[in-house]
C-alpha cells in the first residue's frame, strides 16, 4: 500500500500567519494517465472530513483562495495563507492513484 | 443541492452484523461512484471501498474484503454497507462520500461493537 507521510503532525498558528503542511508518498503518484490524484480535506472537530483541493492543485468549488496545493510526484504541499479561526482542525490528504486508496495520517492545526 | 443522508448510529453485540444506509439526494445518483471509509475513535481514515451505482461493480480494500459488502438500491437512490461478523475492532464512524474526488460526504454513523 502507498504510505503517505505528513509533516508536522501538530501545527500551531496565529490568526493570519501562513502555514504549510507536507505530504510525502512512498510511491510516485502520476498516473499513467497523466493526472496526479492526490486530494487534501480538512476534518473540523465533530464533523465530516471536506474536500479542500484535488488532484494536487485545483481549488475545489467554494473553498477559499487562501488554500493552496502544489507539488509532484511524490512530494505535495498544502499552503495556508493567512490563516483564519475557522481553520482548525485536522488535515489530511489522500492519494487516489494506486489502489487500496490510502490517506494520511493528518495535521493538527491549532490556533494560538 | 447534493446531500448523503447516513443511518443513525448502531450498537451491535460481538458476531453479529450491521448494515449502514447512506441516501443520496440532489444529484443523478447513478452519475457518481460510491465510496465507504473508516474512522476509529481519534485516528485517520481508511478506505473499505466504492460502488458503482449503474453497473453495481465493486472494488474492495484486500483489507476489508471479508468484512464488508457494498450494494444500492437505485429506486431509492440509497447505497448500503454490510459489516459483518462484527468484533471491537469494528467499532468507528463510517463515512459514505460520493465520486473519485470524495467532493461530498455523509454525517457519519457510529458503530460501537459491544456486548
Known amino acids: 500500500d502507498v504510505l503517505l507521510t505528513q509533516t508536522p503532525p501538530t501545527l500551531s498558528a496565529t490568526i493570519g500567519q501562513s502555514v504549510s503542511i507536507s505530504c510525502r508518498s512512498s510511491?510516485?503518484?502520476?498516473?499513467?494517465?497523466?493526472?496526479?490524484?492526490l486530494n487534501w480535506f480538512l476534518q473540523r472537530p465533530g464533523q465530516s472530513p471536506q474536500l479542500l483541493i484535488y488532484?494536487?492543485?485545483n481549488l475545489e468549488s467554494g473553498v477559499p483562495n487562501r488554500f493552496s496545493g502544489s507539488g509532484s510526484e511524490t512530494d505535495f504541499t498544502l499552503k495556508i495563507s493567512g490563516v483564519e479561526a475557522e481553520d482548525l482542525g485536522v488535515y489530511y490528504c489522500?492519494?487516489?492513484?494506486?489502489?487500496?486508496?490510502?490517506f494520511g495520517s493528518g495535521t493538527k492545526l491549532e490556533i494560538k | 443541492q447534493v446531500n448523503l443522508l447516513q443511518s443513525g448510529a448502531a450498537l451491535v453485540k460481538p458476531g453479529a452484523s450491521v448494515k449502514l444506509s447512506c441516501k443520496a439526494s440532489?444529484?443523478?445518483?447513478?452519475?457518481?461512484?460510491i465510496h465507504w471509509v473508516k474512522q476509529s475513535h481519534g485516528k485517520s481514515l481508511e478506505w473499505i471501498g466504492y460502488?458503482?451505482?449503474?453497473?453495481?461493480?465493486?472494488n474492495y480494500n484486500e483489507k476489508f474484503k471479508n468484512k464488508a459488502t457494498l450494494t444500492v438500491d437505485k429506486s431509492t437512490n440509497t447505497a448500503y454497507m454490510d459489516l459483518s461478523r462484527l468484533t471491537s475492532e469494528d467499532s468507528a464512524t463510517y463515512y459514505c462520500?460520493?465520486?473519485?474526488?470524495?467532493?461530498?460526504w455523509g454525517q457519519g454513523v457510529m458503530v460501537t461493537v459491544s456486548s
Open positions: 462520500s460520493r465520486n473519485y474526488y470524495f467532493d461530498y
Open positions: 488532484s494536487v492543485s
Open positions: 460502488i458503482n451505482p449503474n453497473s453495481d461493480y465493486t
Open positions: 510511491q510516485s503518484l502520476l498516473d499513467g494517465d497523466g493526472d496526479t490524484y
Open positions: 489522500m492519494q487516489a492513484t494506486h489502489a487500496p486508496l490510502t
Open positions: 440532489g444529484y443523478t445518483f447513478t452519475d457518481y461512484y
